[in-house]
C-alpha cells in the first residue's frame, strides 16, 4: 500500500484530460485501492487553481522524483484508484514538506 505524500505517475482525469503526470497522494483511502491526490505538472495552467511551486533548487527536491521545477495544483482533492498508477517516483520530505502542507492548509 502507498503512504500519504508519495509522488506517483498515474493516468487519471484532470482539466478534462487523462494524461498520464505525477500526482502527490495525500490520502489513503479504501485500505489503499483509492487515494486523494494532487496533480502536478511541469506547466502551469491557470484554470488549475491556487499551486505551489516544487523548486528544483529546494534542498528536499532530489527525493520527489522529479526531474524539473514543477507545479502542485491544490485547489481540491481528486479521487484517483490504485490500478490507476503506473509507477512510485519519490515522495516529499522535511521543509518541502511542511511547505506543501502549510500552503495547502493539509
Given at each position: 500500500m502507498r503512504e500519504a505524500f508519495e509522488i506517483v505517475w498515474a493516468k487519471a482525469v484532470w482539466l478534462q484530460c487523462a494524461d498520464e503526470r505525477p500526482w502527490l497522494?495525500?490520502?489513503v483511502r479504501k485500505g489503499g485501492e483509492e487515494y486523494?491526490?494532487?496533480?502536478?505538472s511541469t506547466k502551469f495552467y491557470r484554470s488549475g487553481g491556487p499551486y505551489y511551486i516544487i523548486d528544483d533548487k529546494h534542498p528536499d527536491f532530489p527525493t520527489t522524483g522529479l526531474k524539473v521545477q514543477s507545479y502542485l495544483f491544490y485547489e481540491?482533492?481528486?479521487e484517483i484508484g490504485d490500478d490507476e498508477i503506473r509507477r512510485s517516483m519519490?515522495?516529499?520530505?522535511?521543509s518541502l514538506l511542511a511547505d506543501v502542507k502549510?500552503?495547502?492548509?493539509?
Open positions: 497522494l495525500v490520502d486523494g491526490a494532487f496533480p502536478i481540491s482533492i481528486i519519490g515522495r516529499l520530505v522535511g502549510e500552503a495547502s492548509g493539509l
